[in-house]
């Protein structure tokens, strides 16, 4: 678990970034509704929960630099006994100063009356404007109150700056002990996609798999999964976002699994593809060693200096050589890259940045440029042939082999380093089905 000291290093952080006279607002995630009067389970705004390590609902985190009585105001919920009894402890007003490192704190309710003069004689408002329309509707009226009272000399905010820009950058460099959480979180995805190896089996439900690696994460302590899990059998596997999970598993069929957990909010992001029956056919083999070759030259660019292009731009060129060796593609690999060909069976980009969302923020370009990579950076490298039943010109030997191969990498001085250790080859892989590799501790 993150501490204390980690979410105020990265309050300090921010406030060196606004400057004086500025006033940044952030409110958490509202509470969904699932259906009647039953919620989601609640999960904090990734922003919000960055900035200051507090997952309750109804809440709002202001930051002030320079303000004498506490640059740190969090609003939130009161401590109510009655409430607590049905829905569980609050931290109230005292735990939001003494747990959460808050300098002052106030209750939400009393927000619309507190707000307007914490804003008061402050230049620049740096909040995500868009993110969420009602809390937007607020804020304006916060302003446009202090506006009508400029005539007594009320100074109201003039400019309004982008806080989600700014939070968004300091979030794709993890600090080391984000990088330690990471590692926590796939060291747990890997356990449990290898025990979805062992547990696959023909006549299975793709959902079955699916909790079998679900209940793998939990019992590890990776209480919720990062997304919803992908467990496609057979042609299933060639729909990149598929989630219905509910066909047999048949032997002779390859399954893939793109699933990872979520631990201390921070999310890994694996995707492996095997055999049902344990076993590759040929043609399997040979997709999946070309998706295997794609991966391992993606990775090989991840490393400072590179651009965030240059991975994908490798595992372009294996896999269109690749395809064209093997009859899937006709044609001058130079010219099918430049006419991008490949997109027949290669439809998606290589990877994408990881962090507390699956889909971490970040910026990919600088102004028209590719981003360079730099240490701290998390990313995904993930590969994939897809080839479902009546593909054009394409002999049914070849039909509803879908591959994808995703690992978690961070950037490191020297080069990179692979986060994920779920089996990947193709060896170790068919001897883990068929129960001749040595076994590891649950």
Same mark, same amino acid.
């Given at each position: 678990?993150?501490?204390?000291?980690? $979410?105020?290093?990265?309050?300090?952080?921010?406030?060196?970034?606004?400057?004086?006279?500025?006033?940044?607002?952030?409110?958490?995630?509202?509470?969904?509704?699932?259906?009647?009067?039953?919620?989601?389970?609640?999960?904090?705004?990734?922003?919000?929960?960055?900035?200051?390590? $507090?997952?309750?609902?109804?809440?709002?985190?202001?930051?002030?630099?320079?303000?004498?009585?506490?640059?740190?105001?969090?609003?939130?919920?009161?401590?109510?006994?009655?409430?607590?009894?049905?829905?569980?402890?609050?931290?109230?007003?005292?735990?939001?100063?003494?747990?959460?490192?808050?300098?002052?704190?106030?209750?939400?309710?009393?927000?619309?009356?507190?707000?307007?003069?914490?804003?008061?004689?402050?230049?620049?408002?740096?909040?995500?404007?868009?993110?969420?329309?009602?809390?937007?509707?607020?804020?304006?009226?916060?302003?446009?109150?202090?506006?009508?009272?400029?005539?007594?000399?009320?100074?109201?905010?003039?400019? $309004?700056?982008?806080?989600?820009?700014?939070?968004?950058?300091?979030?794709?460099?993890?600090?080391?002990?984000?990088?330690?959480?990471?590692?926590?979180?796939?060291?747990?995805?890997?356990?449990?996609?290898?025990?979805?190896?062992?547990?696959?089996?023909?006549?299975?439900?793709?959902?079955?798999?699916?909790?079998?690696?679900?209940?793998?994460?939990?019992?590890?302590?990776?209480?919720?999964?990062?997304?919803?899990?992908?467990?496609?059998?057979?042609?299933?596997?060639?729909?990149?976002?598929?989630?219905?999970?509910?066909?047999?598993?048949?032997?002779?069929?390859?399954?893939?699994?793109?699933?990872?957990?979520?631990?201390?909010?921070?999310?890994?992001?694996?995707?492996?593809?095997?055999?049902?029956?344990?076993?590759?056919?040929?043609?399997?083999?040979?997709?999946?060693?070309?998706?295997?070759?794609?991966?391992?030259?993606?990775?090989?660019?991840?490393?400072?200096?590179?651009?965030?292009?240059?991975?994908?731009?490798?595992?372009?060129?294996?896999?269109?050589?690749?395809?064209?060796?093997?009859?899937?593609?006709?044609?001058?690999?130079?010219?099918?890259?430049?006419?991008?060909?490949?997109?027949?069976?290669?439809?998606?980009?290589?990877?994408?940045?990881?962090?507390?969302?699956?889909?971490?923020?970040?910026?990919?370009?600088?102004?028209?440029?590719?981003?360079?990579?730099?240490?701290?950076?998390?990313?995904?490298?993930?590969?994939?042939?897809?080839?479902?039943?009546?593909?054009?010109?394409?002999?049914?030997?070849?039909?509803?082999?879908?591959?994808?191969?995703?690992?978690?990498?961070?950037?490191?001085?020297?080069?990179?380093?692979?986060?994920?250790?779920?089996?990947?080859?193709?060896?170790?892989?068919?001897?883990?089905?068929?129960?001749?590799?040595?076994?590891?501790?649950?």
């Amino acid at each position: 678990m993150l501490r204390k000291t980690e $979410f105020a290093r990265r309050r300090r952080q921010l406030m060196s970034r606004m400057g004086d006279y500025s006033i940044a607002i952030l409110p958490t995630a509202p509470v969904r509704q699932r259906n009647r009067d039953i919620d989601h389970p609640y999960r904090p705004d990734s922003d919000f929960y960055y900035l200051t390590g $507090f997952a309750e609902p109804e809440a709002v985190a202001v930051i002030i630099p320079g303000r004498e009585h506490g640059e740190y105001i969090l609003f939130c919920r009161e401590r109510d006994a009655a409430r607590e009894t049905w829905d569980g402890l609050r931290a109230g007003l005292e735990g939001a100063r003494e747990i959460y490192g808050a300098n002052d704190s106030f209750p939400i309710s009393d927000i619309d009356e507190i707000l307007p003069g914490l804003l008061e004689k402050r230049n620049r408002v740096y909040y995500a404007m868009g993110c969420n329309q009602d809390f937007d509707q607020q804020v304006m009226n916060w302003i446009k109150q202090l506006r009508r009272q400029s005539r007594s000399g009320v100074h109201a905010p003039s400019e $309004f700056i982008a806080l989600d820009q700014m939070l968004h950058e300091m979030r794709l460099f993890k600090s080391a002990a984000e990088v330690k959480v990471m590692c926590e979180a796939a060291a747990i995805s890997s356990a449990a996609h290898l025990a979805a190896m062992r547990h696959c089996r023909a006549g299975l439900y793709e959902y079955q798999l699916e909790g079998e690696i679900t209940y793998q994460m939990q019992q590890r302590g990776g209480r919720h999964v990062a997304y919803p899990s992908i467990v496609g059998g057979g042609g299933n596997g060639c729909i990149l976002h598929y989630t219905d999970n509910n066909k047999k598993l048949r032997n002779g069929d390859l399954v893939l699994i793109d699933a990872g957990a979520e631990y201390d909010y921070y999310a890994a992001d694996i995707t492996r593809t095997f055999p049902v029956s344990g076993r590759f056919t040929a043609e399997q083999r040979a997709i999946y060693v070309l998706v295997l070759k794609a991966q391992q030259a993606a990775m090989a660019e991840v490393k400072p200096g590179n651009h965030w292009n240059q991975p994908h731009e490798a595992a372009v060129r294996v896999l269109t050589k690749g395809l064209v060796e093997l009859g899937l593609l006709k044609g001058r690999v130079a010219t099918l890259i430049r006419k991008e060909g490949y997109k027949q069976f290669y439809l998606h980009r290589t990877g994408h940045w990881l962090g507390m969302d699956v889909h971490d923020v970040g910026e990919y370009k600088i102004g028209d440029v590719w981003r360079l990579f730099e240490p701290g950076m998390v990313l995904t490298i993930e590969p994939g042939l897809y080839i479902p039943a009546e593909s054009k010109n394409v002999d049914k030997r070849w039909w509803n082999i879908g591959v994808r191969i995703e690992d978690n990498l961070l950037v490191t001085k020297e080069g990179h380093r692979v986060l994920t250790t779920a089996p990947r080859e193709i060896a170790e892989i068919e001897a883990i089905m068929n129960g001749k590799h040595p076994s590891e501790s649950a």
